[in-house]
């Protein structure tokens, strides 16, 4: 596509309009009949990557071309998480009310209809006024898509449900007119008086329309993560102007700026600090719970949250081009790039609707021929409009939604939150399970695991000085140190002179001792004597990638406090779970590899370099994941994180901590509330189930349709039966999709012998 003489430009833009998934195919087709384009369009998050030469279109050629189709369209830098939300929302309100209106309407149309106790003189012109606003307003966004694809000459199954919901409509209107269908029957159901079939008619829409609103629903958390990523970053910032702190927003923080960053406070740009020592929990980007000691001359990212000591940041990128942004980006990038779910219904559509229709006309055309003179034109509308009616998808219009639904139930039982069928269809190949470290693996807590004395130095001694200095202290490995003091001996002493040194530890006076916790560099600076002993037991757990400590007193080192973030009670377990699937687990962290390995080996993932992927920051995540998936593997990705959620989108499957972050949770497309890594493999094999159901389902449906519409068409079947045959097929998918609900498993192995 690209040549010497143009560029090529990347545009996304947000679509408004797609009832269904052949939609969004329409669209990618009129944008990639431009030249020079090639687009990819997603009915899941609405919206079109277009890469497109520069010197033959640009962005109004390609909004107005969407316009043109009868969609709507804007780029994306025009709209706001705020603006598709309310969107969103707006057709989520719109399909509800028409399915309540339609419903309440729909119901005693149906049974007066069905039960024939219940009928009375004249009940049908009853059911006439009842049945005019459903079909009509109710039914319109059917009506609406099925005249904006014949404009451009589509098929979808919208096509054939408005056709069977006008044609089951203007037969009973015919026959309640001109008919003479307000004759009495008797029991059988057989008069010489044509039958009405407003109920079909009815029945058809409210079906339809609780299948789009709840697709719509599920749809409607698709661009939660990036209005979650947006909400961390700084609203505002204080910078140096003239001498003078100014409080300006952040997104006009500007190159050179001169950023006042006090404790608690977001840093809201990438820059380097001037001036100032401090502490920053920078674990929203790397995932990882110790914090970061900055100074003078450190580098220093926006979004990240300054813990202790006032700091001066000159700022070095902002907008577009800091970390944050990028992080935004590839969430959208992976959101965007994941290709679109292929709906079964509407791959079929392009062949199934054409075939319908064409069969409906055939068997009019043949009836008028060949049948009774005085009644072959009723004769011939009957049979045609009996094609029509038993051809309505209303079985496979609940195909999906009423599994999902059952199944979303079914998991919500467990602990487990489905957003929707893609995910389900995603699960089927899955055969690799990616793990993030701190949070899901592990607990993402410091915490003390071990404490090494000294000879002749007791553990007790070295808690009582250590838990009481560190108790003074708001760093979490002090907090640790300070939690299992207190949980071991209960009250702790009090601390006098106490003094905080940036990246080195801790000094101050317990019980008249003049004692410090920290590293090598303190006790090098304090001239403090560091045994052989020490030194190599610092090391050794330095080495195991652990956190470790020094702890001195009497102007020696006494011990070693090593501090880990420990694996969560069930890890292990929940690897073994996978494994017994036949899924492979990987361990992708932004740690060191020694704590990698270290927490891999507790858990039972192999240690290679294979399945042990550690340093990397989000950006190199996604690449990961994108590796494995371009070697042919099915990846689904478990994280809890912000650093996680760009990874999360990217993967086949995303799989979320319940604990962790909403931006992770509404990235992914699985979360597991109690954070309980043993539902991962409930979670895989509850939604191979439900995905199975939803396929048996959809072939019934189908089926059904194959082996009814030649009976119909040869007049086996009139208008009245092909109903309740269609009734049946509906009823036989519900009943289907029930027995997730009922099948007698147990949490921890639902669902185990339906994938077998």
């Known amino acids: 596509m690209s040549t010497d003489e143009s560029v090529v430009n990347q545009l996304d833009l947000s679509i408004s309009g797609m009832s269904c998934n052949a939609c969004a ?18 009915f899941a998050t609405e919206s079109a990557r277009i890469a497109f030469d520069s010197t033959s279109a640009d962005a109004a050629t390609f909004i107005s071309t969407i316009e043109g189709l009868g969609y709507s369209a804007r780029t994306l830098e025009e709209t706001t998480p705020d603006m598709l939300d309310a969107e969103v929302r707006e057709r989520v309100a719109m399909l509800k009310t028409r399915l309540i209106v339609t419903a309440v309407l729909a119901v005693p149309v149906v049974v007066v209809s069905m039960v024939m106790a219940l009928q009375f003189t004249n ?3 009853y059911a006439l006024a009842l049945s005019a606003p459903v079909v009509t307003w109710g039914a319109w966004p059917f009506h609406r898509a ?89 609203r505002s910032a204080t910078v140096l102007r003239d001498g003078e702190e100014v ?23 990438d820059g380097i600090v001037q001036e100032g020592e401090s502490t920053i929990d920078a674990s929203m980007l790397t995932g990882e719970s110790v914090p970061v000691d900055v100074a003078t001359g450190s580098k220093v990212t926006g979004t990240t949250v300054n813990l202790s000591g006032r700091l001066i940041v000159k700022a070095r990128r902002v907008g577009a081009d800091s970390t944050f942004a990028q992080m935004t980006k590839l969430v959208r990038d992976a959101q965007s790039t994941k290709a679109p779910v292929q709906r079964l219904a509407d791959r079929v559509s392009s062949v199934f609707v054409p075939t319908v229709i064409a069969i ?59 957003k929707g069928v893609d995910v389900l269809q995603s699960t089927r190949r899955i ?20 404490v090494i004395c000294a000879s002749g130095v007791e553990r007790s001694e ?88 020094l702890v001195a007193y009497d102007g020696a080192a006494k011990g070693v406090c090593v501090i880990a973030d420990q694996p969560k009670q069930h890890s292990a377990e929940a690897i073994s779970d996978l494994r017994n699937l036949g899924l492979r687990s990987v361990l992708l962290t932004g740690d060191n590899r020694a704590t990698a390995v270290a927490v891999a080996e507790l858990v039972g993932i192999d240690t290679d370099e294979q399945h042990v992927i550690a340093g990397v920051l989000p950006a190199e995540k996604v690449r990961v994941v994108a590796d494995l998936q371009q070697r042919g593997y099915a990846v689904a990705m478990v994280g809890d994180g912000v650093n996680d959620a760009a990874a999360l989108a990217q993967a086949d499957v995303g799989i979320a901590m319940g604990t962790g972050t909403d931006v992770a949770m509404n990235a992914s497309d699985l979360t597991i509330v109690s954070g309980d890594l043993r539902l991962v493999s409930d979670a895989i094999l509850l939604s191979r189930a439900t995905l199975r159901t939803i396929s048996a389902n959809v072939f019934w449906a189908f ?54």
């Not at 195919?25 to 997603?42: F, R, T, Y």
């Not at 043949?366 to 034109?377: H, L, P």
């Open 146 to 234: 099925a005249l904006m694809n014949a404009q451009h000459r589509n098929t979808t199954m919208d096509t054939l449900i408005s056709l069977g919901i006008v044609a089951a409509t203007g037969w009973s209107v015919w026959a309640l007119l001109w008919g003479g269908a307000t004759e009495i029957h008797d029991m059988s159901g057989m008069s010489s008086a044509p039958h009405v079939y407003f109920e079909v008619a009815v029945a058809v829409t409210v079906f339809l329309l609780a299948g789009r609103f709840f697709e719509a629903r599920a749809k409607r958390r698709a661009g939660d993560a990036l209005r979650a990523l947006l909400a961390l970053g700084a």
């Open 123 to 125: 009940w049908q012109w």
């Open 703 to 756: 089926a059904y349709n194959a082996a009814a519409i030649p009976l119909a068409a040869l007049g086996y079947m009139n208008p009245m039966w092909a109903g309740l045959a269609m009734a049946f097929s509906s009823v036989f998918v519900v009943t289907n999709s029930l027995r997730l609900r009922t099948a007698k498993l147990t949490p921890r192995t639902a669902f185990v012998h339906a994938t077998r």
């Open 431 to 450: 055969d690799t399970v990616v793990f993030d470290k701190t949070g899901t693996i592990t607990t993402g807590v410091m915490q003390l695991v071990d």
């Open 360 to 418: 409906s006309l055939l068997t009019f055309a043949g009836w008028y021929i060949v049948g009774d003179n005085v009644d072959r034109v009723a004769d011939a509308f009957t049979a045609a409009v009996a094609v029509l009616i038993i051809a309505c998808p209303c079985a496979l219009g609940l195909a999906t939604p009423t599994a999902l639904m059952v199944g979303s139930g079914r998991a919500a039982q467990m602990g487990i939150v489905i």
């Open 247 to 269: 409080v300006i927003e952040a997104a006009l923080v500007t190159v050179g700026d001169l950023i006042v960053v006090r404790p608690g406070e977001i840093i809201a740009a």
């Open 462 to 549: 070295i808690l009582g000085y250590a838990g009481a200095l560190e108790h003074a202290s708001e760093h979490p490995v002090a907090k640790a140190i300070a939690l299992a003091a207190r949980t071991e001996l209960g009250s702790l002493a009090a601390v006098g002179h106490f003094e905080s040194i940036a990246g080195m530890g801790t000094v101050g006076v317990v019980n008249g001792k003049r004692v410090m916790v920290g590293g090598e560099p303190l006790f090098e600076k304090q001239l403090t004597i560091v045994s052989k002993e020490m030194r190599e037991a610092l090391h050794s757990a330095r080495n195991s990638g652990n956190t470790a400590v």
């Open 25 to 42: 195919m329409s669209i990618e087709k009129g944008l990639n009949g431009l030249p020079g384009v090639e687009a990819i369009v997603n």
